[in-house]
């Protein structure tokens, strides 16, 4: 008898937006796709230590993600996570990107381990988010594996 085992990464962010008085303004779920880098990231994370991962970015980047995505289509602003965290077999990394940070029409998020290139874990498009110079907003990015 052949025992066979499939490992998968899924992802889901939820991003939501704050008006300059700190009230929602708009609230989305999205599914991920964890990218190739990020698959071999996960994997080398088993025998080596390489950089955690440390940052999200956010961009305008409309083509949809693909496994060979190695950066956003067209970052627009990156930040440190303000969070990281292991339950289980899921990974939750959150960040917030202040007033005036990351102002425009987002349509693509995604983490990395370094303040600019660096290996790219995962990638998502989603629909516009039209950011004003006094909305912040707030993404938690959980990865499970199983």
Do not use: Y
């Not at 067209?74 to 990107?97: C, G, K, Q, Y």
């Not at 989603?126 to 907003?137: C, G, K, T």
Request: aromatic share 4%; proline share 2%; charged share 15%.
């Amino acid at each position: 008898m052949i025992n066979k085992e499939n490992l998968e990464t899924t992802g889901r962010l939820n991003i939501t937006v704050f008006n300059g008085d700190g009230n929602i303004k708009n609230s989305i779920h999205v599914d991920n796709l964890v990218v190739t880098t990020g698959r071999e990231w996960l994997a080398d994370r088993v025998l080596n230590t390489p950089a955690t991962m440390t940052h999200m970015a956010t961009g305008t980047g409309t083509t949809t993600q693909v496994l060979a995505d190695t950066a956003l289509e067209t970052e627009l602003a990156r930040v440190p996570l303000v969070s990281s965290s292991r339950l289980d077999n899921t990974i939750t990394f959150a960040a917030t990107f202040n007033a005036g940070v990351s102002t425009g029409a987002l349509t693509e998020a995604g983490i990395l381990n370094a303040a600019t290139s660096g290996t790219m874990l995962c990638r998502t498009t989603f629909p516009v988010i039209n950011l004003q110079a006094a909305d912040s907003i707030s993404i938690t990015w959980t990865i499970t594996i199983s």
